[in-house]
Nanobody, 116 residues
Framework: QVQLVESGGGLVQAGGSLRLSCAASGSVFTINAMGWYRQAPGMQRELVASATNGGITNYADSVKGRFTLSRDTDKNTEFLQMNSLKPEDTAVYYC??????????WGQGTQVTVSS
């Protein structure tokens, strides 16, 4: 079992920045990829960014150049640095972790609201 705890969401003005954190605990040795999805009201959940343990990263086109994924392996924590935020980035952001055999764990979600 893997537990994921997110933090760092909040309200920010357009153009501002936020950093989301996702702390993993439990059987972290089973994780081979982590990342973030988001879901805006009335919309489907969409991938924001992901990274494998091998260093392969993937970003949604809408956030490329603005969002950066990083990981503190000593603390089993993944970060999503979000800069130049736009109102359309408003959503609930969910951290996920995928194991080597494809099982996914999810965090509880953290609200990000960007005001215009």
């Amino acid at each position: 079992q893997v537990q994921l705890v997110e933090s760092g969401g909040g309200l920010v003005q357009a153009g501002g920045s936020l950093r989301l954190s996702c702390a993993a605990s439990g059987s972290v040795f089973t994780i081979n990829a982590m990342g973030w999805y988001r879901q805006a009201p009335g919309m489907q959940r969409e991938l924001v960014a992901s990274a494998t343990n091998g260093g392969i990263t993937n970003y949604a086109d809408s956030v490329k150049g603005r969002f950066t994924l990083s990981r503190d392996t000593d603390k089993n924590t993944e970060f999503l640095q979000m800069n130049s935020l736009k109102p359309e980035d408003t959503a609930v952001y969910y951290c996920y972790a995928r194991t080597g055999w494809g099982y996914e764990y999810w965090g509880q979600g953290t609200q990000v609201t960007v005001s215009s």
